[in-house]
């Protein structure tokens, strides 16, 4: 009884003259393949011992007679560009495979599968054929009998109306499961059937060369973490691709399907080559996030971003490094995102609504047709609530020296943020120099300090534990200890003798890392207690403002913290109440508006919005101050402008 393959699914390609029938193979490419290498494996061994069917089985690789283009359709099999030079290697090592394939742009560095896979049939073939290392013809014959009458597969050939995907989906639906990537890849290069050859390949194989085969490289197979999620990165691409072209959060899970979805749905390219160069463009981008270059402001982002675990804001960087088309302001508008991510971080806040709030900025920036930059520090600076408000210097600086930062899980963003401060010191003394070697966290006073740095007055051997003025010093003196005035950046890290050491000890290595500008100016101060580290803090924040920036807002700006549920909506978000209602004309058009759940809902306009300026640019598509645009009705029959009543308000 024959060993059943399975179902085959191939869709004829239009040829001419002399040109060989030819087949393209929608399902049970990897099937074929292993076969032919298994057909060439049994070749060459059959060669090594001069068995005729050598030559047999090479009536099953190559076709012969007349043809167009030789070189190519004399192949029983040719598979795209990806795979093409291992195979052809295997199955006519005498060709000349840089005619047939170019030779990768990057060392790929691995074994081909083809080569492995023919090595590997080669051994387990000889294991089958050779007797006390002597070849047997008649277990050569038997081995390709079998295989030639005893294999069956079922051929499976499309008709014009069929449609390849939903075919090809539903024969996978039961084997292995295919990533989004490959979904996708088949999903976009079965639209792109019926292009023809060209000398004796398939025109779909350029797009394949050009735009997808440089996704293929190891480099987008390997694994990314984020959160608690761990994909390939070309899995991360594409759905940070989607989710910055349609402005809404896209789950990895559902990835294939919400692609599918909205090309089939919106049709937003006309043909699948603005549809794939779209996709190479974000490739490029979202490679330099991956590689964290810190030459490069997008490598420099994306080692931001993995610092600071908000790999959520990636649909928007997207967005802004391509589509926006930000040139040389690209790099101001990452630093916008910086500042708004770092401080928020400081202060503790929340990045539970940081997927809708960096998503939902992409269509406000797409109505904005000048000034993106801008559009952008006002949209996160007009902000109120807890959950996506941007801390200005006065709540920055409170947390700056007066929250503990350390923590085990916060190691990066402390390395990312004294780096930043150690660049920012040598751009300031006009120091050129590069470190180099791996640097540490350290704590200047140790977290068991207890031992080793005494209270002032208070003798370690002799002190009462009980006594309340010492407790309340122990007290103030622990709440100093995680803070940042009390941690630096080492270029090694010191042994545990001195990491714990007493202050005579310590001090001196600690001031030993000259080559930091961070630890030079620890040499200015001849003790370090709570109040040193107060004063630490302090000079770090002077610096730390200068890189990272605050919002732009203006006078009637209020600022909403905590619970404010006992507040009406309207006042939580610095607008009216609920229900005032809302004037603007502009180019001799009414605009009318109400005040919502405390946000700004324009008639005609399905989008709600948190402030005046973002209304008046939604329905100018100009950037405006709305506090001079709109009018408001409070009720009392005389019509007050946005900017008088928030003066009144605030007075």
């Not at 840089?98 to 074994?111: H, I, K, N, R, S």
């Not at 998503?359 to 047709?369: F, N, S």
């Amino acid at each position: 009884m024959p060993h059943f393959l399975g179902a085959i699914v191939i869709a004829q390609i239009k040829t001419f003259g002399k040109q060989v029938q030819a087949y393209e193979i929608i399902d049970g490419q990897q099937r074929l393949t292993t076969f032919q290498i298994l057909l060439a494996a049994m070749r060459d061994v059959a060669a090594e011992h001069q068995s005729g069917y050598a030559v047999e089985l090479q009536k099953y690789l190559l076709n012969d007679g007349v043809m167009e283009t030789p070189e190519s359709e004399r192949y029983k099999l040719f598979p795209s560009i990806t795979d093409r030079r291992a195979f052809i290697s295997v199955i006519d090592p005498t060709a000349d495979i840089d005619d047939l394939a170019p030779p990768p742009a990057y060392d790929e560095g691995y074994v081909k599968r083809a080569t492995s896979a023919h090595e590997y049939f080669k051994d387990a073939i000889r294991k089958s054929v050779l007797v006390d290392d002597a070849f047997d013809e008649h277990k050569l014959e038997i081995l390709f009998e079998t295989l030639k009458e005893g294999l069956a597969i079922v051929s499976i050939e499309l008709e014009g109306g069929d449609d390849p995907q939903t075919i090809f989906e539903t024969l996978n639906s039961r084997g292995v499961e295919l990533s989004p990537g490959d979904l996708m890849r088949n999903f976009i290069f079965q639209r792109a059937k019926g292009l023809g050859q060209e000398n004796g390949s398939l025109k779909v194989d350029r797009l394949y060369g050009k735009h997808w085969l440089p996704l293929d490289r190891p480099f987008w197979s390997e694994n990314a973490s984020r959160g608690r999620q761990s994909r390939a990165r070309l899995d991360w691409l594409l759905t940070d691709h989607l989710s910055m072209n349609i402005g809404n959060i896209v789950s990895v899970d559902t990835l294939y399907e919400s692609y599918r979805r909205w090309i089939l749905n919106e049709r937003p390219f006309p043909s699948v080559i603005p549809e794939l160069e779209a996709i190479s463009a974000s490739a490029s981008v979202e490679q330099r996030l991956f590689e964290q270059d810190k030459s490069d402001p997008l490598g420099d982002f994306g080692r931001f971003a993995h610092a600071f675990d908000v790999s959520t804001v990636m649909p928007l960087v997207l967005y802004l490094a391509t589509e926006a088309k930000l040139e040389d302001d690209l790099q101001f508008a990452l630093a916008v995102l910086k500042s708004f991510i770092l401080r928020r971080d400081i202060c503790g806040l929340t990045t539970k609504n940081y997927n809708k709030l960096f998503v939902g900025m992409i269509p406000r920036l797409r109505e904005t047709t000048v000034g993106q930059v801008d559009a952008l520090r006002d949209a996160l600076s007009e902000r109120t609530s807890d959950i996506d408000r941007w801390p200005d210097d006065e709540e920055w600086h409170a947390a700056w020296t007066g929250r503990d930062q350390y923590g085990s899980t916060r190691q990066l963003r402390l390395h990312y943020i004294f780096e930043m401060i150690e660049k920012e010191l040598r751009n300031e003394r006009n120091e050129d120099i590069e470190i180099k070697s791996s640097l540490t966290i350290e704590h200047i006073m140790p977290q068991k300090w207890k031992d080793g740095w005494p209270i002032p007055g208070y003798d370690a051997t002799e002190v009462d534990e009980l006594d309340p003025a010492y407790r309340a010093k122990v007290l103030a003196r622990n709440l100093v200890v995680d803070k940042l005035g009390n941690l630096t950046l080492l270029t090694q890290k010191l042994n545990s003798s001195v990491s714990n050491g007493p202050y005579s000890v310590k001090m001196p290595a600690l001031r030993a890392h000259s080559s930091l500008a961070l630890n030079r100016d620890l040499n200015a101060w001849g003790s370090w207690d709570e109040t040193t580290i107060r004063d630490r803090a302090e000079a770090l924040f002077k610096v730390a403002r200068r890189i990272w920036q605050p919002p732009i807002r203006g006078e009637g700006f209020k600022k909403v913290t905590g619970n404010s549920a006992a507040t009406p909506s309207g006042a939580r978000s610095g607008l009216p109440e609920d229900g005032t209602r809302c004037e603007f004309t502009y180019g001799g058009k009414v605009f009318q508006a109400r005040i919502e759940n405390g946000e700004i809902a324009v008639d005609g306009y399905s989008e709600r919005y948190r402030s005046f300026s973002a209304a008046s640019r939604a329905v100018t598509r100009t950037s405006r101050n709305g506090w001079n645009d709109w009018y408001l009705d409070l009720g009392d029959g005389q019509p007050i402008l946005a900017d008088d009543w928030r003066k009144g308000s605030a007075g």
